[in-house]
């Protein structure tokens, strides 16, 4: 278990304040926050770089709080690779176990072991400048998970790969967990990650950690501004999702939503607040979802309105609409009302 | 594609001017190499006086070159990773022996080295820097080091501090950690730090003539035996001096921009 009780870094342009948090051994712990919010130089501190100004660090009831990173055993993986551009794959992912002088046969043992969980056992020879970043990140992936770390950080790892090579990452991500059954944490500012990753997350913003729940809670229940904004919440679905005809049906409790994204078996769905079109009458457009529902709470939010929609399903939709709109349709709590959104607004994941 | 040459103005005047200026460094360099003849040049290269000027450059250039990469690792990896203070004043002041005339260097040297308790000292322990060989090599270090460190402070300003934050979560001290990874990853740096000082070590004359004086095999270099060849009439002697500099500056420039171009050196 690492335990971390009022961490305090300052670094000038980025800092921590007051940070404390309780991550459980061989939990997958997400910690998100936009660009510049700490998360960095969380997992640095964590690491031991930077000594913490104030604050204490336990792993495993130890305090390590002022032990250098090479007695820690938490390994570190960055957006950016950073393998060693002289070293070939092979001595990249056995650099750790030489620094304990391991023997040559055992780091060789090793090195097939991890090379061979990462999938990159046909690159052994070959050195990083010459590989795709998927790749490098599964051997920089491989590099720390060879120490056998108690806590694995990671800062970003997809966000410098494509689509699809992140996404099949993150699986693996999930399987190497499963597999080596290590803590680890995990940095992102990418809301699906967080959700299908996290077994727990943390929000961050401006050096501090703002709620920390599962991905559900908080995402359901964001308990601050700044997290229902990052998030972008409101609508956050799980369901059953069929694939007919070049279109996806999926079953929300009870209601069927259409999307157009054709991803079958259990997804999550997200609709976006303002891609929702709200009426007083139903209305025949080519848009593919319409519910008929009773506005249950409606929050000023300034020039934008959010309008909460029960359709009978167990959340409410939350609708955004402009204060100019709202006055003109004479909405009301308890009224009802008609929403309609487009198949291609339905995001699912 | 001449037509088109013809119409800018511009084009030509500048293409021009390169040429000439080519040309001009062709011809100088020629008028060296040709003044005698072959024979002449051979033998005045095995003679006693041009081999020992040889081997005293040579050596001096390399014992001065290690003691630049010596203190300039050390001293350039702190201005590149850390702050502290004055390390603007710091790294201006590194930086002033490029600008300085050798000549006054040399005068500095000669001063501290040879009037002060602190050259007194040295030389009764057996350090006898004016005058001798040793003198040549303080003053090839002095006017030499800020080229090694500019070189060095670059490169390891271009090596992200991650990886040796890497390295140290992967076992490594912060020594070993510079030592396994930031000095592996600076080798094309340090190659061009060390090709240009220490071809600059080998032509270095001025700071070099006045710590350690022209004597004849003793303190000759073969920028001195150029010199002193030159100014007693031997002029075969002083052409096997210039050409054996020409065929060393060359190779090193020859090699630095090969392997280590891409380094700004001012």
Known sequence: MIRIENLSKDLGEFFLRDVSLEINDGEYFMVLGPTGAGKTILLETIAGIYRADSGRIFLDEQDITDIPPRERNIGMVYQDYTLFPFLTVEENIGFGLKSRKVTKRKIKRRVDELANLMGVSHLLHRYPGTLSGGEQQRIAIARALIMEPKVLLLDEPLSALDTQTAERLRQELKNVHSIMNTTIIHVTHSFEEAFLLGSRMAVMDKGEIVQVGTPNEVFRKPESEFAAEFLGVGNLFQGESRVDNDIAGIDVDGINIVSATLKPGSVHVSIRPEDILVSTKQIVSSARNSFKGKITSILDAGTILKIAVDVGIDVPFVVAITKQSFDEMNLKTGGEVYITFKASAVHVF | ?266
């Open chain 2, 1 to 266: 594609m001449l037509r088109k040459l013809k119409r800018s103005k511009i084009k030509i005047i500048t293409i021009l001017s390169s040429l000439f200026l080519a040309l001009f460094i062709l011809v100088l360099i020629t008028c060296v190499v040709t003044h005698t003849t072959l024979p002449a040049l051979i033998t005045s290269v095995l003679s006693e006086e041009i081999q020992f000027a040889i081997k005293l450059s040579l050596a001096t250039a390399v014992v001065s070159t290690v003691m630049c990469i010596g203190i300039s690792i050390p001293a350039a990896y702190a201005l590149a990773r850390y702050d502290f203070f004055g390390k603007s004043v710091v790294n201006t002041i590194l930086d002033a022996p490029l600008a300085l005339p050798p000549l006054v260097a040399g005068v500095g040297l000669l001063i501290l080295f040879g009037t002060t308790s602190f050259g007194k000292s040295l030389s009764d322990a057996g350090l006898v820097f004016v005058f001798t060989p040793l003198g040549i090599i303080i003053a090839q270090f002095f006017v030499n080091v800020p080229f090694m460190f500019r070189i060095l402070r670059g490169t390891f300003q271009s090596i992200n501090p991650r990886y040796e934050y890497v390295a140290e979560t992967l076992g490594c001290t912060e020594a070993q950690a510079f030592w396994r990874v930031t000095l592996p990853m600076s080798k094309n740096g340090l190659l061009a730090g060390s090709i240009i000082t220490w071809s600059k070590g080998i032509g270095e004359f001025g700071a070099a003539l006045m710590v350690a004086g022209a004597t004849r095999m003793k303190t000759e270099t073969l920028p001195i035996s150029l010199f002193l060849n030159m100014s007693c009439g031997e002029l075969d002697l002083a052409i096997a001096a210039a050409t054996i500099l020409i065929i060393i500056s060359l190779i090193s420039l020859f090699v630095f921009e090969r392997y280590g171009g891409f380094t700004r050196v001012f």
